[in-house]
């Protein structure tokens, strides 16, 4: 099926350590969305961006909808144990070209954190 | 307030038989999407509804069939199971379709193995 590519496909980083990943695709997107998905369950919707260039936070995660509508970014700022997960893009394509309001998943980043 | 109640939460089929999964939207909520999360991969969009309608159907065989009931649940049902079946049945339920009110919001899921 059709994923988009997400980078890195996995981190393991340090406690206290700031976080980038990103999405990217050869088509535009009208909505970005992030989430974290726990072993064992379903993913949970961390930050919504509408608008190209915009620049949304949700405490220490920050995420931001690419300029060209291509692609977007998260930033996770001073991990902490809690942080560990696989994070999620999605991307909602004009109903024009789908035509229907779906949403195209990452390949995910499975992020570890050592304390 | 409830979120998205899915079940069963676990369940065991054998090759040729079907299953029917349950999905209970967030209250208010008016439109929901399966997904389908194989091990290891992002979710891959199956059906959406909006107002008891199909609004959207995924790249899915006809023995996926779904519908969206007057209080706006949904039942997902898959015919013939195949070994390729098994994984994560996710719904996610959101306030409409469009911009600023189609964020997801998942359940937990239903995990289905088929042997």
């Known amino acids: 099926g059709q994923q988009l590519n997400q980078s890195p496909q996995s981190m393991f980083i340090q406690e206290g350590e700031d976080v980038s990943m990103n999405c990217t695709s050869s088509?535009?997107?009208?909505?970005w969305l992030w989430y974290k998905q726990d072993p064992g369950e379903g993913p949970v919707l961390l930050i919504a961006?509408?608008?190209?260039?915009e620049l949304t936070s949700n405490g220490r995660l920050t995420a931001q909808f690419g300029i060209t509508r291509k692609d977007s970014f998260l930033n996770i700022s001073a991990s902490i144990p809690s942080d560990v997960g696989i994070y999620f893009c999605a991307g909602q394509p004009p109903l024009l070209t789908s035509g229907t309001y779906k949403y195209i998943f990452g390949t995910g980043t499975r992020l570890k954190v050592l304390a | 307030d409830a979120g998205v109640t899915q079940s069963p939460t676990h369940l065991i089929k054998t090759r040729g038989q079907h299953v029917t999964l349950r999905c209970s939207p967030i209250s208010g909520h008016k439109s929901v999407s399966w997904y389908q999360q194989v091990l290891g991969q992002g979710p891959q969009f199956i059906f959406q509804y909006y107002e008891k309608e199909e609004r959207g159907r995924g790249n899915f065989p006809d023995r996926f069939s779904a519908r969206q009931f007057p209080n706006y649940s949904s039942e997902l049902n898959v015919n013939a199971l195949l070994l390729g079946d098994s994984a994560l049945y996710l719904c996610?339920?959101?306030?409409?379709?469009?911009?600023?009110?189609?964020?997801?919001?998942f359940g937990e899921g239903s995990r289905l193995t088929v042997l």
């Open positions: 088509s535009i997107f009208n909505t």
């Open positions: 996610a339920s959101s306030l409409g379709q469009g911009m600023n009110t189609g964020e997801l919001f």
């Open positions: 961006l509408y608008k190209a260039g």
